[in-house]
């Protein structure tokens, strides 16, 4: 669709701008979180054309509070031929009105959001030479990865649960080696997912029981039997590979998980889906301000823990402790699980309960992030 090379810094220039596709029910690319984010509109299983967002974005600085994290804002829709044009006008919206003075506030998300998101349309109208349309109906029930196997297109694709994406070996779970061995006989490819997993893509029927052999000899998981949590959870990589990192969060949060499954156990939610996600530092990279429960590092063992999200990636969360360490953090979380447990209504997620019950306010505009 977009053609190769065709954004070059002739047109454009250098600085960090994520588009994102995703394809209704799922928003497992979160795509609130994207500066453009393209909506699939399916219609009689045909591609048709796309619900458009501008100016999604999660990074923000401590201590800052003109920086902040933001959803995109659903603009219109366009027909399907139209994607390459509709995404090179917009960034030269934010090529011509763009912040290069300050840095922290240079992305896609502070230009719509000091112009606003009418006036962005509205450029973007006169700059296409004709109108996007209004936004056609989509829904969202869920922003994670489907696990296991799925067919399409005769093809069948096995998604691996990875915790927090490490790929490597350890004494108990052979994962590396396991890989190697299926990309030894294995004719599809490997396919990356926004959740830090992995996808087995591709695989034609012949060799679907070959690599499902693989995969039972050495135990990949589907991610079945672990929790409706840990199932849910991401992390950035942190210490100590990262330079900005000012708390662990990879090597950290799969122990954390574990405590907090044993208060989920306690309120019966064991098997209950709750996205949680937690990062060494306020840059964003594993966006923890679109999960129902997260961590943003402060310091070494300390965290500002958030709720509230939507479990289908369309509301932020809101900060509900500053600066606190495990302890803490579990304290504070086993009352509201059961509280949630107790009081919760029929398919109510967990980010809906803590807002509907008063914990924190709902959060649908980065602009309120921190008041």
Request: with cysteine; net charge negative.
């Amino acid at each position: 669709m977009l053609r190769k090379n065709h954004f070059t810094v002739k047109h454009i220039y250098h600085v960090k701008f994520k588009i994102g596709i995703a394809v209704p029910p799922s928003n497992d690319i979160d795509v609130y979180s994207q500066d453009i984010g393209l909506i699939s509109i399916i219609e009689d299983g045909k591609l048709v054309g796309f619900n458009v967002t501008v100016g999604g974005g999660m990074g923000m600085t401590h201590g800052n509070t003109k920086t902040y994290p933001q959803l995109g804002r659903l603009i219109g829709y366009f027909p399907k031929e139209h994607a390459l044009d509709v995404c090179e006008k917009i960034l030269t919206i934010q090529r011509d009105y763009g912040n290069r003075q300050e840095r922290k506030n240079a992305r896609f998300k502070y230009t719509v959001d000091r112009y606003g998101a009418d006036w962005v349309l509205s450029e973007l109208n006169n700059r296409l030479g004709w109108s996007l349309e209004s936004p056609r109906e989509f829904h969202f029930d869920h922003n994670g990865d489907r696990y296991g196997w799925t067919e399409g297109s005769g093809k069948w694709h096995f998604t691996l649960f990875i915790q927090n994406g490490r790929v490597k070996d350890t004494e108990d779970y052979k994962l590396k080696t396991a890989l190697r061995k299926i990309a030894e006989i294995h004719t599809g490819d490997f396919r990356l997912t926004p959740n830090q997993n992995l996808v087995i893509a591709n695989v034609d029927a012949q060799k679907k029981p070959e690599i499902e052999a693989l995969i039972d000899e050495y135990g990949l998981t589907d991610g079945k039997h672990y929790t409706g949590l840990r199932r849910n959870s991401m992390a950035c990589v942190a210490f100590p590979t990262c330079g900005l990192a000012m708390a662990e969060s990879e090597r950290y949060l799969p122990s954390l998980i574990t405590k907090i499954e044993d208060l989920l156990d306690e309120a019966g939610l064991s098997e209950e889906e709750i996205t949680i996600r937690m990062t060494g530092c306020p840059n964003g990279c594993a966006r923890p301000a679109l999960a129902e429960i997260a961590f943003i590092g402060k310091a070494p063992g300390k965290y500002n823990m958030y709720l509230g999200a939507s479990f289908t990636g369309d509301r932020l969360n809101k900060m509900y402790k500053e600066n606190i360490g495990e302890a803490e953090i579990l304290e504070s979380l086993r009352p509201i699980l059961l509280q949630y447990a107790k009081e919760r209504t029929e398919g109510e997620h967990f980010g809906d309960f803590v807002v509907r019950a008063g914990i924190v306010d709902a959060v649908n505009d980065g602009q309120v992030f921190h008041s």
